[in-house]
C-alpha cells in the first residue's frame, strides 16, 4: 500500500480495495516503526487523521469523493494549520497553536485530503541542511549519516521513507528542488503568486512560494490541482486561471527545445552528478528532444544577490517575533527593551540570528544603496537573463544541486559554504519562474536531481516535461533497503 | 569587507537581538565571509539597470474600503504570553 502513488491510491480507495482509515493507518504505523531513525515529523496528528480519513470514507461510499479525498498528506510546519502546533522549526514557535488556517492547508482540506502531520524544516526555512531545526536534524533515509536537504527536508525524508505518499513544501532560494534530489524524489516549486502565501509563515515575502513534493510528476499535478489558484489574502496572489495540470502530462516531447546553460555545468559541479544529468538529457534527445547550448551569464551574481534580498526581507519579517502577542517570552523581563531582546536571543537559533543581522545591516543608515539597490538591480540581470533564454528554448535543464546529499556536520561551521550549494535553484526565485527537480541517478547511495526550468506560469508544462521522463525511467520508483 | 565588534554590537541593537560577548567573535567572523560573498555583485556595471522589486513587477491590488475581519480578541490572546482585560501585558513604559 505504501508504494502507491496517490494516483494509484486515489483509484485503489475508489475501487474499494481499501479504506482510507485502513491507509491513514499503515502510515501512521510506519512513521511509528521508523520515524524515530528519520527525525521527519515534528507532530503527527495520529486522531485528527483518523477522524479526517472516516469521513473521506463516506464521501468514497457516497460517490461525492474527488481525487485527493481520504489521501494521506504531511504538511510543512511552515503552513499554520488551526488547532496544531505549528512551529516552523523554532523555539520561537514551539508552543504556537495556530488559531487558524493557511490556505494552502484549508485547500488540501476542501479537498478531502488527510493531514498525517507537520513535518521537520530548518528554523524559519533558513538552511539547506534541514540542521538548523530547533527539533534536531532529519536524516537523509538513503543513507542516515548524510542531510536530507532543506529546508522542506522533513517533507522530502517522509516522501523518500514511505511515511507519507506525498508530501508540501515551501521554496525561497531552493527549499522544495534542493531537499527534493538529494532524497531522490519530485518537487516543484510554482512560479511566484501562483500558490497563496497566506498563513504560510514568512521567510523573504518577495521570494518565498509554497508547492507541492511527491514521489512522481503526476503526483505533483494532482496536488497543483488543489494548491493552485488566486486567494485575495495574499496580496501578491496572481488573478490567472488554473489549468488542469493533469490534463497535459501525456503530451510528446518532439521538437521541445532543451537550454542547457553553459554556467550550470561549469566548475564546482560534481563529475558524478554531471555525468546522471547528462545521462537524462541523453533520454530526451530519445524522447524527440532538441539540446540548445545557452548562457545565462549573470549566474554568479545569483547568490550575493539572495543573501541581501533574503535576509533584508527576513530581518523585516520576523520582527513580528517580539515575546509579546504570541511565541515565546524570556522570564522576568527587566524592561520592554530586555523583553525583546531576550525573547528573541533565547528562541532563535544561530543561523536565523546571523540572516536578522545581515538584514539590518544592509537596510541600516548608509548603506542601503550599496547592498540592497546593487541586490535588486543583480536581481533585475539575472532576471533578463532567463527572458533571453526563453525567447529561444522552453524548458532550461541542469542539475539541482552540484553535489550529491552531504554528511551531517559537514557544512555546518562555515555558512557560506552551505549557502554555495543552492547555486542552481537561487536564480529562479530571485526571477519569480518555476522550477523541478526530478530524480535522475545516484552517486554511490544517494540520489541525483535534474532541475528543470520553465517561464513564467509554465507549470504544467514543467510537469509534462518529467511526466515523460518518469514514463521512460526508473529513478523515481527507488525505494531506500532500510525503509522498503 | 570586515566588520568591527562594534558594528556588531551595534546591528544587533538595531534587530533587538541579544547578543552575548562570548559570541561577538564568532558574528564578526561569520558576518564579515557573507558580505564578502556579497561584495562579488561589485565587479559588475549596474549604473542604467532598474531595481527590480518584485518578480512580477505588478501594483498591489487594491480593494473596497470595508471591514473583512471578525472580531476574533479572544481566540487571538488565548496563545499570548500575558493578557489582561483584553490587552496585551508588556513591562511598564512609562513612569
Given at each position: 500500500?505504501?508504494?502507491?502513488?496517490?494516483?494509484?491510491?486515489?483509484?485503489?480507495?475508489?475501487?474499494?480495495?481499501?479504506?482510507?482509515?485502513?491507509?491513514?493507518?499503515?502510515?501512521?504505523?510506519?512513521?511509528?516503526?521508523?520515524?524515530?531513525?528519520?527525525?521527519?515529523?515534528?507532530?503527527?496528528?495520529?486522531?485528527?487523521?483518523?477522524?479526517?480519513?472516516?469521513?473521506?470514507?463516506?464521501?468514497?461510499?457516497?460517490?461525492?469523493?474527488?481525487?485527493?479525498?481520504?489521501?494521506?498528506?504531511?504538511?510543512?510546519?511552515?503552513?499554520?494549520?488551526?488547532?496544531?502546533?505549528?512551529?516552523?522549526?523554532?523555539?520561537?514557535?514551539?508552543?504556537?497553536?495556530?488559531?487558524?488556517?493557511?490556505?494552502?492547508?484549508?485547500?488540501?482540506?476542501?479537498?478531502?485530503?488527510?493531514?498525517?502531520?507537520?513535518?521537520?524544516?530548518?528554523?524559519?526555512?533558513?538552511?539547506?541542511?534541514?540542521?538548523?531545526?530547533?527539533?534536531?536534524?532529519?536524516?537523509?533515509?538513503?543513507?542516515?549519516?548524510?542531510?536530507?536537504?532543506?529546508?522542506?527536508?522533513?517533507?522530502?525524508?517522509?516522501?523518500?521513507?514511505?511515511?507519507?505518499?506525498?508530501?508540501?513544501?515551501?521554496d525561497t532560494g531552493?527549499?522544495?528542488?534542493?531537499?527534493?534530489?538529494?532524497?531522490?524524489?519530485?518537487?516543484?516549486?510554482?512560479?511566484y503568486?501562483?500558490?497563496?502565501?497566506?498563513?504560510?509563515?514568512?521567510f523573504a515575502s518577495s521570494l518565498d512560494q509554497?508547492?507541492?513534493?511527491?514521489?512522481?510528476?503526476?503526483?505533483?499535478?494532482?496536488?497543483?490541482?488543489?494548491?493552485?489558484?488566486?486567494?485575495?489574502?495574499?496580496?501578491?496572489?496572481?488573478?490567472?486561471?488554473?489549468?488542469?495540470?493533469?490534463?497535459?502530462?501525456?503530451?510528446?516531447?518532439?521538437?521541445?527545445?532543451?537550454?542547457?546553460?553553459?554556467?550550470?555545468?561549469?566548475?564546482?559541479?560534481?563529475?558524478?552528478?554531471?555525468?546522471?544529468?547528462?545521462?537524462?538529457?541523453?533520454?530526451?534527445?530519445?524522447?524527440?528532444?532538441?539540446?540548445?547550448?545557452?548562457?545565462?551569464?549573470?549566474?554568479?551574481?545569483?547568490?550575493?544577490?539572495y543573501?541581501?534580498v533574503a535576509?533584508?526581507e527576513?530581518?523585516?519579517?520576523?520582527?513580528?517575533?517580539?515575546?509579546?502577542?504570541?511565541?515565546?517570552?524570556?522570564?522576568?523581563?527587566?524592561?520592554?527593551?530586555?523583553?525583546?531582546?531576550?525573547?528573541?536571543?533565547?528562541?532563535?537559533?544561530?543561523?536565523?540570528?546571523?540572516?536578522?543581522?545581515?538584514?539590518?545591516?544592509?537596510?541600516?543608515?548608509?548603506?542601503?544603496?550599496?547592498?540592497?539597490?546593487?541586490?535588486?538591480?543583480?536581481r533585475?540581470?539575472?532576471?533578463?537573463?532567463?527572458?533571453?533564454?526563453?525567447?529561444?528554448?522552453?524548458?532550461?535543464?541542469?542539475?539541482?544541486?552540484?553535489?550529491?546529499?552531504?554528511?551531517?556536520?559537514?557544512?555546518?561551521?562555515?555558512?557560506?559554504?552551505?549557502?554555495?550549494?543552492?547555486?542552481?535553484?537561487i536564480?529562479?526565485n530571485l526571477?519569480g519562474?518555476?522550477?523541478?527537480?526530478?530524480?535522475?541517478?545516484?552517486?554511490?547511495?544517494?540520489?541525483?536531481?535534474?532541475?528543470?526550468?520553465?517561464?513564467?506560469?509554465?507549470?504544467?508544462?514543467?510537469?509534462?516535461?518529467?511526466?515523460?521522463?518518469?514514463?521512460?525511467?526508473?529513478?523515481?520508483?527507488?525505494?531506500?533497503?532500510?525503509?522498503? | 569587507?570586515?566588520?568591527?565588534?562594534?558594528?556588531?554590537?551595534?546591528?544587533?541593537?538595531?534587530?533587538?537581538?541579544?547578543?552575548?560577548?562570548?559570541?561577538?567573535?564568532?558574528?564578526?567572523?561569520?558576518?564579515?565571509?557573507?558580505?564578502?560573498?556579497?561584495?562579488?555583485?561589485?565587479?559588475?556595471?549596474?549604473?542604467?539597470?532598474?531595481?527590480?522589486?518584485?518578480p512580477?513587477?505588478?501594483?498591489?491590488?487594491?480593494?473596497?474600503?470595508?471591514?473583512?475581519?471578525?472580531?476574533?480578541?479572544?481566540?487571538?490572546?488565548?496563545?499570548?504570553?500575558?493578557?489582561?482585560?483584553?490587552?496585551?501585558?508588556?513591562?511598564?513604559?512609562?513612569?
Amino acid at each position: 500500500m505504501y508504494n502507491k502513488t496517490i494516483a494509484e491510491l486515489s483509484q485503489s480507495l475508489a475501487q474499494g480495495e481499501f479504506s482510507s482509515v485502513e491507509l491513514t493507518q499503515v502510515y501512521l504505523d510506519r512513521i511509528e516503526k521508523f520515524d524515530g531513525q528519520v527525525n521527519s515529523y515534528i507532530t503527527v496528528t495520529a486522531d485528527a487523521a483518523l477522524a479526517a480519513a472516516k469521513q473521506a470514507d463516506v464521501q468514497i461510499k457516497a460517490g461525492t469523493a474527488g481525487t485527493l479525498t481520504g489521501i494521506p498528506l504531511a504538511q510543512k510546519d511552515i503552513f499554520c494549520t488551526n488547532g496544531v502546533k505549528t512551529s516552523c522549526g523554532s523555539k520561537m514557535l514551539d508552543n504556537f497553536i495556530s488559531p487558524y488556517d493557511a490556505t494552502v492547508i484549508s485547500n488540501f482540506k476542501q479537498a478531502g485530503a488527510v493531514m498525517l502531520g507537520k513535518t521537520n524544516m530548518d528554523e524559519f526555512a533558513m538552511g539547506s541542511s534541514n540542521e538548523t531545526s530547533f527539533y534536531g536534524a532529519v536524516k537523509n533515509p538513503w543513507d542516515l549519516d548524510a542531510v536530507p536537504g532543506g529546508s522542506s527536508g522533513g517533507s522530502a525524508a517522509v516522501v523518500a521513507a514511505r511515511l507519507a505518499p506525498a508530501s508540501t513544501g515551501t521554496d525561497t532560494g531552493g527549499s522544495i528542488r534542493q531537499p527534493a534530489a538529494l532524497c531522490g524524489i519530485t518537487g516543484l516549486k510554482p512560479t511566484y503568486g501562483r500558490v497563496s502565501r497566506y498563513g504560510m509563515i514568512a521567510f523573504a515575502s518577495s521570494l518565498d512560494q509554497a508547492g507541492p513534493m511527491a514521489r512522481t510528476a503526476e503526483d505533483c499535478a494532482l496536488m497543483m490541482n488543489a494548491m493552485a489558484g488566486f486567494d485575495e489574502r495574499d496580496s501578491t496572489s496572481i488573478e490567472r486561471d488554473v489549468p488542469d495540470y493533469s490534463a497535459s502530462l501525456n503530451q510528446s516531447l518532439a521538437g521541445l527545445k532543451i537550454g542547457l546553460p553553459k554556467e550550470y555545468f561549469a566548475a564546482g559541479l560534481d563529475n558524478g552528478v554531471a555525468s546522471a544529468v547528462e545521462a537524462a538529457i541523453e533520454e530526451y534527445k530519445k524522447l524527440g528532444a532538441e539540446i540548445v547550448d545557452i548562457s545565462l551569464p549573470n549566474t554568479a551574481l545569483s547568490v550575493p544577490a539572495y543573501y541581501v534580498v533574503a535576509p533584508a526581507e527576513c530581518s523585516s519579517n520576523l520582527s513580528r517575533f517580539d515575546g509579546v502577542r504570541f511565541g515565546y517570552r524570556c522570564d522576568n523581563p527587566e524592561d520592554l527593551e530586555d523583553l525583546y531582546k531576550r525573547s528573541r536571543g533565547e528562541a532563535f537559533g544561530p543561523e536565523v540570528k546571523r540572516r536578522i543581522m545581515i538584514g539590518a545591516y544592509v537596510l541600516s543608515a548608509g548603506y542601503y544603496d550599496a547592498y540592497y539597490i546593487k541586490a535588486q538591480k543583480s536581481r533585475q540581470l539575472i532576471s533578463q537573463d532567463f527572458k533571453q533564454a526563453f525567447e529561444k528554448v522552453d524548458v532550461i535543464m541542469g542539475p539541482t544541486s552540484p553535489t550529491v546529499a552531504f554528511n551531517l556536520g559537514e557544512k555546518t561551521d562555515d555558512p557560506v559554504t552551505m549557502y554555495l550549494s543552492d547555486a542552481y535553484t537561487i536564480a529562479t526565485n530571485l526571477a519569480g519562474l518555476p522550477g523541478m527537480s526530478v530524480p535522475c541517478g545516484f552517486v554511490g547511495q544517494r540520489p541525483v536531481g535534474l532541475q528543470i526550468i520553465g517561464n513564467y506560469f509554465d507549470e504544467a508544462r514543467l510537469l509534462n516535461v518529467a511526466h515523460q521522463y518518469q514514463q521512460h525511467t526508473d529513478w523515481h520508483s527507488r525505494v531506500p533497503a532500510a525503509f522498503a | 569587507m570586515s566588520i568591527e565588534p562594534s558594528d556588531v554590537e551595534k546591528i544587533a541593537h538595531l534587530a533587538r537581538l541579544e547578543v552575548t560577548e562570548a559570541d561577538v567573535p564568532e558574528y564578526v567572523r561569520n558576518l564579515s565571509n557573507i558580505l564578502d560573498l556579497v561584495a562579488q555583485m561589485d565587479g559588475v556595471d549596474t549604473d542604467k539597470v532598474e531595481p527590480m522589486a518584485h518578480p512580477m513587477a505588478m501594483a498591489q491590488r487594491l480593494r473596497e474600503d470595508v471591514v473583512t475581519e471578525t472580531d476574533q480578541r479572544d481566540h487571538f490572546q488565548q496563545i499570548a504570553p500575558q493578557t489582561e482585560n483584553g490587552l496585551y501585558l508588556v513591562p511598564q513604559v512609562i513612569e
